[in-house]
């Protein structure tokens, strides 16, 4: 099994509506991410958890909020889904022990298509 | 703004070719770290280079790090068609509590 999981996997969904993305992890990590990726632009921080109760904004979260709901579990909501939140979302976990510098463990992400 | 910047954007080789792809950033690190996609999937991590390191290797990989001019590079030898993805550096910046990524490289290498 994947050590780090993400559903749905994709999704279409329509202007307005609330979507949530779900991250779960079998790592025993500490620390969530959530990413956007969108075509030539690589990869972008929206939200990031350090621990259950350490949750930070990354580089673009305006338009989402997020959940730490146990130290396996981050889940990423979109409150009124708009056009141009259609992308590619990773989620990865780290441990904690080396500071930002360890490696990550990324999910298989979750495409997302906002019509 | 991205941390860092990879370049060529795109890079095509024929296989058994090396294949070189260079990263630059804008603010000190404590480490830069290399990362690999595959179309449509989740970044692997390939390599982690700390700021008092100036190169390393890994099998077919090594890695670079010149902190006076803020740059970094990849080299893969002996390219194969397996090779072919996306390839993302990574900064973890003094005083930044998460990685920041570049743009990326996409490598085609031709069988």
């Known amino acids: 099994d994947a050590d780090v999981t993400q559903t749905p996997r994709n999704r279409i969904t329509k202007t307005g509506k609330r979507i949530m993305l779900e991250c779960s992890q079998t790592?025993?990590?500490?620390?969530m991410y959530w990413y956007r990726q969108d075509p030539g632009l690589g990869l972008r921080l929206i939200y990031y958890?350090?621990?259950?109760?350490?949750?930070n904004k990354g580089e673009i979260s305006d338009g989402y909020s997020v959940s730490r709901q146990a130290q396996a579990k981050f889940s990423l909501s979109l409150e009124s889904a708009i056009p141009n939140q259609t992308a590619l979302y990773f989620c990865?976990?780290?441990?904690?022990?080396?500071?930002?510098?360890?490696?990550?463990?990324f999910g298989p992400g979750t495409r997302l298509t906002v019509l | 703004s991205q941390q860092g910047e990879e370049d060529p954007q795109a890079l095509s080789i024929q296989e058994g070719e090396n294949a070189t792809m260079n990263c630059s950033y804008k603010?000190?690190?404590?480490?830069l770290q290399w990362y690999r996609q595959n179309s449509g999937r989740g970044l692997v991590h390939l390599i982690l280079?700390?700021?008092?390191?100036r190169e390393k290797h890994s099998g077919r990989l090594r890695v670079t790090l010149d902190t006076s001019k803020k740059s970094s590079s990849l080299l893969i030898t002996a390219s194969r068609a397996a090779d072919t993805a996306s390839y993302f550096c990574?900064?973890?910046?003094?005083?930044?509590?998460?990685?920041?990524f570049g743009s990326g490289t996409r490598l085609q290498v031709q069988p």
């Open positions: 990865a976990t780290s441990d904690g022990l080396a500071g930002p510098a360890n490696e990550q463990f």
């Open positions: 790592k025993g990590h500490d620390r």
């Open positions: 958890s350090f621990d259950v109760k350490d949750i």
């Open positions: 603010t000190s690190i404590n480490n």
């Open positions: 280079i700390r700021s008092n390191e």
């Open positions: 990574a900064t973890d910046g003094k005083g930044r509590r998460a990685l920041t």
